[in-house]
């Protein structure tokens, strides 16, 4: 199942995966600027999931199986990417 994934910068000394590792992992990612996207918290979204990684002073993930939910991310996920385009 392929995921599609928006990762902000990293805190230092925590790995970044390559985008090899991503083609063999089946993950989309869309790398989010320091200056554009502030929180410490990865969003992947995959099939009906959704899952939130916090990577800031508290380490939390949690996942979210719902149709619904799924859904209404991955449309604002297109809504905001479309955006972006279309200021570059």
Known sequence: MKATALTPP???GMPEKTEA???ADLYSRTRLRKDEYTAPVEIDMYGDKI???SFGKEL???IIESPQ???ALKEIFLLAKK???RRV
Do not use: N
Request: charged fraction near 30%.
């Open 21 to 23: 590792e991503d083609r």
């Open 51 to 53: 899952a939130l990684m």
């Open 10 to 12: 990293r805190p230092s």
């Open 83 to 85: 955006g972006a385009e």
């Open 60 to 62: 939390v993930g949690v």
């Open 69 to 71: 939910i799924a859904q």
